[in-house]
């Protein structure tokens, strides 16, 4: 499965907020600037995001979006699968009537493994695991050593 930027970069805001999580409403234009995200592209994912309540959007002066849960209740599953559909590997296993080969398929039971595996990880990983996530990286990033000729 190849996650398109639709996917990677409704995430990536997501995790913003979750960083930003409890700071009030985080206006779009700053998520967009810190994110490397065109401003109307984040319009469109974060519309489907507050449609299917994982955001909601605060208008006005000191408005933007904001989580509309805890990071730690919204797992990247959640987040993933109403950004880019069911997280299967493979069309047949998306679809409710199934494949019509299922029965004689050496290589459905493969995919459905790997679903299955791909689910358990994004499932088990909430946002506020990647944020601390971030909070370690940045950590380290500010321990590096400084060397100077």
Do not use: F
Not at 55 to 66: D, K
Not at 84 to 94: M, R, S
Not at 136 to 142: A, E, G, M
């Amino acid at each position: 499965m190849r996650l398109s930027t639709k996917g990677q970069y409704g995430l990536r805001a997501v995790v913003d907020l979750a960083d930003r999580y409890g700071q009030g409403p985080i206006p779009l234009n700053t998520v967009a600037q810190r994110e490397e995200i065109s401003e109307h592209y984040l319009e469109q994912l974060m519309s489907q995001l507050r449609k299917a309540g994982i955001v909601v959007s605060i208008r006005g002066a000191q408005g933007g979006y904001q989580l509309a849960r805890p990071p730690e209740e919204i797992t990247i599953a959640e987040v993933i699968e109403i950004l880019e559909g069911p997280i299967v590997p493979v069309d047949c296993l998306a679809s409710d009537d199934g494949c019509s080969r299922s029965t004689i398929c050496a290589t459905q039971g493969l995919w459905k493994r790997l679903a299955d595996a791909m689910q358990e990880v994004l499932g088990s990983t909430t946002l506020a695991d990647l944020v601390e996530e971030n909070q370690r990286i940045r950590r380290q990033s500010q321990d590096g050593y400084m060397y100077y000729i």
